[in-house]
């Protein structure tokens, strides 16, 4: 049943460009957030603030990116489905999406067939970006410590 090469080679290829695009989002918007509180002139707790918030908006997006991927994937005979719910919406695959991104594992929905694919790969993905995230945050606040400690010496 889910031997077909066609819808292999098409989930793979959804794949390549749902990670794609993740990535590039993640890229850019990091650079977006970097350059904007650089230009802030406000507190610094506020500047973390936006840090925060800015790249939770960024994961999700990211976790949309995928979730609307695997919902379109599973609108395609034989290219799999999810147990635990005879018919998935949008929203049911963006939870999933969020469960697998976040790699929290599978609970109530899980995907069978060769959206599972698509899905494990998410899982490494949104780790990477996750830690990337997390090494960002750190290397911006550690810079607003640094030039505190600087002002407070001078």
């Known amino acids: 049943m889910y031997d077909s090469w066609p819808i292999n080679l098409l989930v793979v290829v959804v794949t390549a460009i749902t990670v794609s695009l993740a990535v590039l989002i993640h890229y850019e918007g990091l650079v977006q957030i970097s350059q ?14 936006y840090g925060i918030f800015a ?14 991927a695997l919902w379109a994937l599973l609108e395609l005979a034989g290219a799999g489905h999810l147990t635990g719910d ?9 939870y999933l999406s969020a469960a697998t991104y976040t790699t929290v594992g599978f609970g109530d929905l899980a995907p069978v067939g060769a959206v599972r694919f698509l899905v494990g790969t998410e899982a490494l993905t949104g780790f990477v970006l996750i830690t990337w995230s997390a090494s960002f945050t750190y290397l911006e606040m550690e810079h607003f410590w640094r030039l505190r400690r600087r002002a407070d010496e001078e």
């Open 36 to 49: 904007r509180l650089t230009r802030m002139q406000t507190q610094r707790r506020r500047k973390v603030l």
């Open 55 to 68: 790249v939770l908006i960024l994961h999700v997006a990211e976790i949309w990116v995928f979730g609307s």
């Open 86 to 94: 005879e018919h998935i919406s949008l929203l049911d695959a963006v």
